[in-house]
């Protein structure tokens, strides 16, 4: 059984940086792409950035030059590197994984960006 649980979230001030971590239980993580989507209040779930076990990374237009997502497979991780937060990036961040689609979802984990 497949399960992802994210870690990293928390309130932070504008301009500062935290890092989110997702880690993958169960089989098919080396092969499978990875991604972490996030929805703000009032908002449907965006895709903030991807990664795949073959091709480099792609990220949403607002999060470009941000934000970095990354991924350890010896240790079924996946991380996103947030730079730079805005007020505009909080919401509620989900990690999934799969291939044509996004089967695994984690539980999702709180950023807040506020002064």
């Known amino acids: 059984q497949v399960q992802l649980v994210e870690s990293g979230g928390g309130l932070v001030q504008p301009g500062e940086s935290l890092r989110l971590s997702c880690v993958v239980s169960g089989s098919g993580f080396v092969k499978s792409a990875l991604a972490w989507h996030r929805q703000a209040p009032g908002k449907q779930r965006e895709l903030v950035a991807a990664i795949t076990s073959s091709n480099g990374p792609a990220y949403e237009d607002s999060v470009k030059g941000r934000f970095t997502i990354s991924r350890d497979n010896a240790k079924n991780t996946v991380y996103l590197q947030m730079d730079s937060l805005e007020p505009e990036d909080t919401a509620v961040y989900y990690c999934?994984?799969?291939?044509?689609?996004?089967?695994?979802w984690g539980q999702g984990t709180q950023v807040t960006v506020s002064s």
């Open positions: 999934a994984m799969g291939d044509l689609e996004w089967h695994y």
